[in-house]
């Protein structure tokens, strides 16, 4: 898969030295650095594709997505307002402001981002995963669970669904169900819940 992105980001690099000022292969190869996790060079290039196309929502999200993953959330937020000025319905940059809300321990805002994201895109895995999460640290397990359900259902092999539906229920004090979840979330390479059954005696292997 890697390689696939490296092939992606020469493609773009060709198409830059045909033409240093299209905004399109800078944001491309932003996304592409993105998917490599070389958040910094993406961020580099989203800078140059704004420079370009000032209102590139695209643009901003991709470069929203770099900071939020560097941890420079209120970077980040400003970014997605922006890019959610220029198109209002596009449901990833509610995801990620959302993510970054969640990030700064706001968790009511995260939680409306994660509605608008779902009203505009009801088959958002990260929405879903995100909203769940929010409504998690708020303490509002049952509404986590429902979240990580739907979660699940549109991708039955999503770890990180399994686990936080885990450690909700453990929440709750459904042990047996917490731990059907994090053994399902260990075969599917959940290094935390690997470590969590481990820890707890309890073997996913095989099963």
């Known amino acids: ?53 000032p209102n590139s929502a695209g643009g901003y999200g991709g470069r929203g997505d770099g900071y939020r993953i560097l941890g420079q959330q209120s970077q980040a937020i400003s970014d997605y307002n922006k890019a959610i000025a220029l198109s209002p319905n596009w449901a990833d940059s509610y995801v990620g402001r959302g993510l970054s809300y969640g990030g700064e321990g706001m968790y009511q ?14 088959n958002s895995v990260s929405a879903y995963l995100g909203r769940g999460q929010a409504y998690h640290f708020k303490g509002m397990y049952q509404a986590a669970i429902e979240d990580f359900d739907r979660a699940i259902a549109l991708s039955p092999n999503s770890a990180d669904a399994y ?24 075969r599917l390479g959940s290094d935390l819940a690997q470590k969590t059954l481990s820890e707890m005696g309890e073997t996913w292997q095989g099963g």
Do not use: H
């Open 1 to 53: 898969m890697l390689g696939r992105y490296s092939e992606a980001i020469e493609d773009f690099n060709k198409a830059i030295v045909i033409d240093p000022n299209l905004a399109s292969a800078y944001k491309g190869r932003g996304r592409a650095y993105s998917l490599k996790g070389m958040y910094q060079p993406a961020i580099e290039d989203f800078n140059k594709a704004i420079a370009l196309d």
């Open 109 to 122: 805002a995260a939680i409306e981002d994660f509605d608008k994201a779902t009203a505009l895109n009801p």
């Open 163 to 186: 686990e936080c539906r885990g450690t909700a229920y453990y929440r709750l004090g459904q042990w047996s169900q917490a731990i059907s979840d994090w053994k399902t979330a260990a």
